[in-house]
């Protein structure tokens, strides 16, 4: 990465005795968009809310623009912040909601109120200048929320959860238009959720956080395909873990319920004799022998499951199960539970978890 | 279900004869200045007093500064103790109910002891500082209603995370508190104004101790000496208390809904 815009350097943060967020290290490029994505109490909002200055680190440093922030004041940190709850000022309208920062600042009346227009103009909601938070719909509320954070344009712009209290189709359509705008004005963003969609659609990169550590930070595409660490795997997508055996660690041999399947130089550090969870995506999988497949395993189909579009099919390999998912087609007969059936993949496919 | 109907009445009806009854024999008598027609001239002689404008006066004038002074030490410390101390809730809670426990009396000797004009700090030694230590004492007194108010209101919005939106929108405590934080209390601020209003007018213990000329003393001299105009002066405190009742309500309906309206 060329100079990093925001960089977050060894971070620790505790609570008294408990450590909430341990040796967390980020670089985030100018104009960049990096979701952090974890479960509940991973330590999400606890790093965001040091970068915005309402926490201070234990130890570590925040530097944005190659300026070390970490012990500046919040009001000081010109850093634009979307909350959950929206947080809009009960008391003032929608336009003196916006014009706040701006007021603050001590912008001109005039310039204020043009900025507050292409604001109004930017969100597509224009009519609503002069009504109270309390007369608009959650999603109306949070794109105010918006206006209001990217007003006097921060350097910076965080969210967090944005969108966990509004409704699926809100939701969707509204991580778009974010997305859109934060693209269209180039502000390096942080979006925290714990929704793994939300995360893979939007970002430029994912964090993805457990135990207050990023435990993987790269693009949804190797944050999804390659995951780096178990818990990664696990929690990004769905995923079929199978015990594996290695039997002949140099040539990468590995045996899953007596069947062999080679992985050649995925092993790395694996000893013969050891065991493996190996991790496979259900879209990875097809059912029965398939050209460009170079691995299969033998079984025997536990639960079919009809989906309309697809058939999700479960097979059973030993002590494992296997998800996968096939397309309904309606000239063949769907898979009957306890029949013999292969599965096929390419080795390449095949995950080994450490 | 008949007969609970008939005891909902009479405990209804009973409260009412018990509110009601005074205040009517109260009107009525003051009315009777004149001998034998009923006239307003128990009124004129109590509003035509130049003892009572300038008392009234008085009165009306340290009210406003002991609003002013409870609402300037009120607001911030229950927006604090919201924000960063929720643990010495408990404790400011009990201080702020002291005044109800300890006599105005007690807090009055104290003063005399403590500021009188041969003490290191001779408050007393001037009116104004007369003046001053009896808006302080008031504020006390009122302590109890300002800060009930005022956390009430608080608790009707997201304390925390309205105080951050403003900090990372660059607003320092001063704006914070002047445009987010007190316009979203407004009416539990002026309910709590109001009673401290009610409370500065008819206080007497203080007020004669500190010899201030104010409406309490007056009124009380004039029970003792009168016998028509007290009764003409009680009912029109109590206009002036229901007028001030009156006005919160009326406030709180003027109001932008939003204020009492958390996300
Ligand atoms: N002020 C605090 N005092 C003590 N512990 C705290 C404080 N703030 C957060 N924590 C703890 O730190 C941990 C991480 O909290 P954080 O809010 O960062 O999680 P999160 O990843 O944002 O979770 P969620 O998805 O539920 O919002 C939690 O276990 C929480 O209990
Ligand atoms: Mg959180």
Not at chain 1, 216 to 225: A, L, R
Not at chain 1, 281 to 307: M, T
Not at chain 2, 219 to 229: C, F, I, S, T, W
Not at chain 2, 232 to 258: D, E, H, N, Y
């Amino acid at each position: 990465m060329a100079e990093p815009f925001l960089s977050i350097q060894h971070v620790r943060k505790s609570f008294g005795a408990t450590t909430v967020v341990e040796d967390f290290n980020l670089d985030v490029a100018p104009g960049e968009f990096v979701s952090f994505l974890g479960p509940s109490g991973c330590g999400k909002t606890t790093v965001l809310r040091m970068v915005a200055g309402f926490e201070e680190p234990s130890a570590g440093k925040i530097v944005v623009g190659g300026k070390d922030i970490t012990r500046l004041k919040p009001n000081q940190r010109n850093v634009g912040m979307v909350f959950q709850a929206y947080a809009l000022f009960p008391n003032l309208t929608v336009a003196q909601n916006i014009a706040f920062g701006l007021k603050v600042g001590g912008m001109p009346k005039p310039d204020a109120d043009r900025r507050v227009a292409e604001m109004l103009d930017m969100i597509k909601l224009p009519q609503m200048a002069d009504r109270y938070p309390y007369q608009l719909s959650g999603g109306q509320q949070q794109r105010i929320a918006l206006a209001r954070a990217i007003a006097p344009k921060p350097k910076l712009l965080l969210l967090d959860e944005p969108l966990s209290a509004l409704d699926a189709k809100v939701r969707i359509s509204l991580r778009e238009e974010i997305r859109s705008i934060q693209k269209k004005l180039g502000i390096t963003t942080i979006f925290v959720t714990h929704d793994q969609e939300e995360a893979l659609s939007i970002s430029d990169r994912i964090a993805v956080m457990y135990g207050g550590r990023a435990e993987q930070v790269g693009t949804p595409f190797e944050i999804y395909n390659r995951p780096a660490t178990k818990f990664v795997a696990n929690f990004v997508g769905t995923l079929n873990v199978l015990e594996g055996k290695v039997t002949d660690a140099a040539s990468g041999k590995v045996q899953v319920n007596s069947q062999e399947v080679s992985l050649k130089g995925k092993l790395n550090g694996s000893k013969s004799g050891d065991t493996l969870s190996l991790a496979l995506r259900p879209e990875a999988i097809s059912l029965g022998r398939q050209p460009g497949h170079d691995a299969s395993l033998s079984g025997e189909i536990a639960e079919v499951h009809f989906l309309g579009s697809v058939i999700r099919v479960r097979v059973g390999i030993g002590g494992n199960t296997v998800s996968l998912d096939t397309f309904n087609n309606s000239t063949t007969p769907p898979p009957v539970v306890g029949d013999k059936a292969d599965i096929s993949f390419s080795s390449g496919d095949m995950l080994v978890l450490h | 279900m008949k007969s609970g109907r008939f005891w909902a009445w009479f405990v209804f009806l009973m409260g009412a004869a018990y509110f009601f009854i005074p205040l009517i024999a109260t009107i009525e008598f003051s009315l009777r200045m004149r001998r034998g027609v009923y006239s307003f001239d128990a009124y004129k002689v109590v509003l035509g007093d130049s003892q009572f404008q300038a008392t009234f006066m008085f009165s009306v004038i340290v009210a406003v500064f002991t609003i002013l002074l409870g609402v300037l030490i009120v607001v911030p410390t229950a927006y604090w103790i919201r924000l960063r101390l929720p643990q010495l809730r408990p404790i400011v809670e009990f201080i702020t109910l002291l005044p109800l426990v300890i006599p105005a009396i007690v807090i009055v000797f104290g003063y005399i002891r403590m500021y009188g004009s041969n003490s290191p700090l001779p408050f007393l030694g001037s009116n104004l500082g007369a003046n001053a230590l009896l808006v302080i004492g008031y504020a006390a007194l009122a302590l109890p209603y300002m800060y009930r108010a005022v956390d009430t209101g608080l608790r009707t919005i997201d304390v925390r995370t309205l105080t951050e939106a403003a900090q990372i929108l660059g607003a320092g405590w001063g704006t914070i508190i002047a445009r987010v934080i007190l316009p979203n209390v407004l009416i539990a601020v002026l309910s709590g104004a109001f009673l401290t209003f009610a409370i500065v007018i008819g206080e007497f213990t203080m007020a004669s101790l500190l010899n201030r000329p104010a409406f309490g003393p007056y009124l009380q001299n004039l029970v003792a000496n009168r016998a028509y105009e007290p009764a003409a002066l009680s009912i029109i405190a109590f206009v002036i208390t229901w007028g001030c009742m009156s006005l919160i309500q009326i406030l709180s309906r003027f109001a932008p809904k939003s204020a009492n309206r958390p996300n």
